[in-house]
């Protein structure tokens, strides 16, 4: 555990009587139906012994020897990883950079792009109906994904799944979920979300976004417009969000499907929502040492590989920079601080608000220098300029398309260590 996050950790057990402002972000989808953010809340009461147990428990042994580790000269790759990332071209390097969204519909509507642009991830939005249906377009996009060299790269396939008014899969199949306020009266939160898992597995989904692990603070309550007025939240302080965030992470694993802890550095102290505002976006409070971090860091000790990072803005922190632009953020806190080496991708830049007036091929660009992974657009329209961006910036900019080769490298070694990635 890193110095930093032990000192997070520390500083929520000590704010478990507070009661803080907080913000809040979706992931794609608004809840009311409207293509943008998607909303979930929750409140913190009694979770399960797993929740409450350590972040420094035995669980941390979940990340993968092989995961990346950060060196000299970048993260760490199996012979494997190594091997199929240099033998990739430009553009399948930089498909494997992004995450495009798919609606209900025809399972081939994102074909074009894995053909073409080597897209490596995608995103069930728009509520798709009973387990079959995803099962099957689940089966046909890892026919369909990209062969390197030979060697299958398998597709990340996720699901919007935090429950309440954030469940993207439902119908038969799939078991309603209640909201995060009400998942933390869960007596056993973890082995519930192992459950809800094994759905979303069974329908092909190996990827969940999800937990959220935003502290909402109790005089913000429902005026936090992203998380807040969803109940979305496990609770109003620190620790209960920790233990909620914590045990369904390890539920999901448990299952097989990887969880995604958001909306990093948080949100649930911001009154707008980045998918659908361009203000009430800024939390004038944090700091590098908030202790409304120590979910994040919870969660990650826990063994989660992969974190969200939102669109607000911490003016305390990088002023008006949209947090997953900010390397202060996503270099320095997340990686550095935290000492995250799994993979970093963006809440949603297709239709969020908050990143409206950067040009979408700077959206991917900006993130990847900032020192992220994965660029999630609910709009695959934007898939190919995406690529593009990210080939041409790096083939002019050495520096750049050394993170290039860093963001592949985490990527692919999720993959590895999910067994969608086997040479030989």
Known sequence: ????????????AGLAVLALVGCGGGTGEDPTGSTSSPASSGSSTSTSTSAS??????STSSRSSSSASATADGPKASACVSRVRDAMTPTQQAGQLIMAAMQPGPATSLD?????QGLGSMLYLGGWQDRSTAAAASQHLQEVAPTVDGTKVGMLVAADQEGGEVQQLTGTGFTPMPSGLEQAQDADLRASAQAWGSELKQAGVNVNLA???????????????????????????????????LAFARGMQDAGVEPTVKHFPGIGRITGNTDLQATGITDSTATTKDPYLAPFAETIEGGTKIVMVGSARYSKIDGETPALFSQKIVTGMLREDMDFDGVVITDDVGAAKAVAATPVPERATKFVAAGGDIVLTADPSQVPTM????ETKAKGDTAFGKQVTASVTRVLTLKEDMGLLRCG
């Open 1 to 12: 555990m890193s110095t930093r996050a032990r000192h997070l950790t520390r500083a929520a």
């Open 53 to 58: 147990s350590s972040p420094t428990s035995s």
């Open 387 to 390: 690529v593009s961006a990210i």
């Open 112 to 116: 074009q792009v894995i053909g073409a």
């Open 211 to 245: 937990p959220v692990a935003d502290t909402v603070p109790a005089d913000i309550g429902r005026a936090n417009e992203p998380i807040g007025k969803w109940d979305r939240q496990y609770g109003s302080t620190p620790v209960a969000a920790g233990k909620g965030s």
